[in-house]
């Protein structure tokens, strides 16, 4: 159950996400949903990543960089989540959707 916001056109920059980056974020919707008994704190969760992609569309480099994964971090929702992507040409492709709160990836 992915939102239509998945693939965006925003000030020429596509945005397209991984398969897996896909299946972290129903991953983590899933588990929001399960634990709350609730779809309110999984509706927050899609608002705030669709302000963060739509962000990340208008200014790509203003995140953290990881030199040896090639991969932009950008982190929102008060610290909780991360989008990882990279860039390539005037794409966007968001290759993993993830809780802080889990280990480290860098």
Known sequence: MLPKF???HLKNMV???TKE???NFDDTLEYWRNRNQS???SEKIILETR???NS???NPHLARFHDNANTYQRIFFKGKFSLFYKIKGETILITRFRD???KPLY
């Open 21 to 23: 980056a896909e299946i």
């Open 6 to 8: 998945i693939e965006k």
């Open 56 to 58: 990340i569309a208008d």
């Open 51 to 53: 302000k963060t992609q």
């Open 15 to 17: 945005v397209n996400w």
């Open 100 to 102: 802080n709160r889990q």
């Open 39 to 41: 779809d309110t704190y």
